[in-house]
């Protein structure tokens, strides 16, 4: 077998391990979408009736969109927990004393992390349907959402990989999730940001949730999406290739 | 068990190899030849370097000089060789919780991409007396078949080289009599162990020939007959008793206190524990 042959078949093998552990816990994934949905609920049935969007759409097709990026932002922190737990107890440096692709170790976590985190979205979205979300974007468009999902989780999930390398203890690998899960609140997710005063306003128009949110939001409500699409590709592939970098650090650091 | 012939080139060598982090220097200069087919015992105290050294063995951590060559291969230059050649068990049993026994082991010779895992898998679980509980999650198992495990997952592939650390620390008398039955069968069998632990008795149990390192260095190396030989011979009155390992370690460490006395301290303590 050729080295990228090797790279792939480790990486495979390492993805079905993990893969395992969610299949023989699944509450992670129903944990990952508990708040995600009490939120649905929440500004569906108590706050989004005094929410005026300016949209003329249901307000719960104008919050799903920033519900879905909540729901990804809490469910990375799975995987620094997992390769946090994978160093403590010695698997990792097994792992990387083996004959192995060392980077077939990470991406198996982070491989994982799109799979699970998809899972997880896929319950909210049913929950949203039966709370009466409709959409009549087409398939082209549903697979424009799904891969900018998928690349979202996938530049978190490298931010929870230098996490979950770095933590000293269970709580702090987690931690670093709880700021990501509320950068949404401070975006157009829920209310228009005209609505708030000048220096929010501002944050909430130039960090990334807003760019990605009015992107999946014009895809599903079937509204060109404008130049808000590559303000939101440039974002996620930027913190993923700086997060990538990083990890690789902290892990020659480790070697030194 | 006795050393393999002196021609025969060493399945571990060390060289001058050192290593600080920071202001602290770990390593001062190790010099070490393990023979194929050997039991080396490293031998030293809490701190001493033992895991930094098994690390460095382990392509693991980068030394700051010196060299170091496993099988042949050196650890710097030639890793992914390294890693064929050498296993490593380290201080905590790493098992794959979650994982059953069965599925730990046949994930590492998918691994090795080894032709037919799970009957590699069965076969190891019968060899360490695990087949009854190989469906059982790692997780459930008490802590001397969880390094039973951890053994048999390093020795699936069968790699010639296996370096275990401190491989009974925290099991019961009973495992630990079945970690060392199942160390001295590897060596029968041919393969090259180093082994580090602060027991004493382990070392003088297990080992071929016997390291001490203390303060960053090899102080000595020996069967356990030279090491006892550096000793004087007992003072005047005819003590049958010979010096213990123990008293030969605490004498070459410069502890304080006689030698060639009963083991006292709370060495002894741990020992027994």
């Known amino acids: 077998m050729t080295a990228a042959a090797h790279a792939l078949a480790d990486t495979r093998i390492l993805t079905g391990r993990s893969l395992k552990h969610i299949l023989r816990s699944p509450d992670t994934i129903i944990t990952t979408a508990i708040t995600p949905i009490a939120l649905l609920l929440l500004f569906v049935f108590v706050l989004g009736g005094a929410i005026d969007t300016g949209s003329g759409g249901s307000y719960i097709a104008y919050m799903l969109p920033g519900i879905l990026l909540i729901t990804i932002a809490s469910g990375i922190a799975y ?49 949203a349907l039966l709370l009466g979300f409709r959409s009549g974007a087409g398939i082209g468009a549903w697979l424009a959402v799904a891969g900018i999902l998928a690349l979202f989780t996938l530049a978190l999930t490298w931010v929870a990989v230098i996490a979950g390398l770095t933590a000293g203890s269970v709580e702090g690998a987690s931690a670093f999730s709880y700021p990501l899960i509320f950068l949404p609140f ?33 895809l599903l409500s079937r509204q060109s999406v404008g130049g808000d699409i590559w303000v939101a590709l440039a974002w996620m592939v930027g913190v993923l290739v700086l997060a990538w970098i990083g990890a690789a650090a902290v892990q020659r650091r480790a070697a030194r | 068990m006795t050393a393999a012939p ?7 060598r060390v060289r001058g190899v050192t290593k600080s982090f920071g202001d602290l220097a770990v ?13 080396l015992a490293l031998l030293g105290s809490n701190g001493a370097g033992k895991t930094t050294l098994v690390r460095i063995l382990a392509t693991l951590l980068a030394a700051d000089a010196g060299t170091a060559e496993v099988d042949g291969h050196d650890v710097a230059a030639e890793a992914p060789q390294v890693r064929e050649s050498l296993s490593l068990t380290g201080q905590f049993a ?40 190989g469906r059982r999650r790692a997780g459930t198992y008490s802590g001397g078949m969880r390094r039973r495990l951890d053994i048999a997952m390093s020795l699936v592939g069968d790699p010639p080289v296996i370096v275990l650390d401190e491989p009974t620390t925290g099991l019961d008398p009973q495992s630990r009599l079945e970690v060392w039955r199942t160390i001295r069968e590897l060596a029968t069998g041919g393969t090259t162990v180093l082994l580090t632990t602060q027991h004493l008795d382990e070392a003088e149990q297990l080992a071929d020939r016997i390291a001490i390192l203390h303060e960053g260095r ?50 002894a303590q741990e020992t027994a524990s």
């Not at chain 2, 002196?6 to 571990?12: D, E």
């Not at chain 2, 390593?27 to 039991?39: N, Q």
């Not at chain 2, 679980?125 to 087949?131: D, I």
């Not at chain 2, 003072?235 to 370690?249: A, G, H, T, W």
Request: aromatic share 4%.
């Open chain 1, 79 to 127: 995987t620094a927990y997992r390769l946090f737990m994978d160093k403590q107890g010695g698997v990792f440096e097994r792992l990387r004393s083996m004959p192995i692709a060392r980077s077939s170790v990470l991406w198996a976590h982070v491989l994982t992390s799109v799979v699970a985190n998809l899972a997880s979205v896929a319950v909210v979205l049913a929950v």
């Open chain 1, 186 to 218: 401070i975006s157009s997710a829920f209310v228009p940001t005209q609505s708030m005063p000048g220096p929010v306003a501002w944050f909430a128009e130039h960090q990334p949730v807003t760019a990605i949110v009015d992107t999946i939001r014009a």
């Open chain 2, 6 to 12: 002196a021609l025969a080139p060493a399945a571990l």
């Open chain 2, 27 to 39: 390593l001062r200069g190790v010099d070490l030849e393990v023979a194929r087919g050997s039991i």
């Open chain 2, 94 to 133: 790493a098992v794959d919780e979650v994982l059953t026994g069965r599925e730990n082991l046949i994930l590492v010779a998918r691994l090795r991409h080894l032709p037919r895992p799970a009957a590699v898998a069965d076969a190891m679980l019968e060899r360490f007396a695990l087949t009854a509980a």
């Open chain 2, 218 to 267: 090899i102080v000595h190396t020996g069967t356990l007959a030279e090491l006892r030989a550096l000793l004087p011979a007992a003072p005047v009155e005819m003590v049958q008793k010979q010096p213990s390992l123990e008293d030969v370690f605490l004498a070459l460490i410069g502890h304080d206190g006689p030698p060639a006395t009963a083991p006292s301290g709370p060495t």
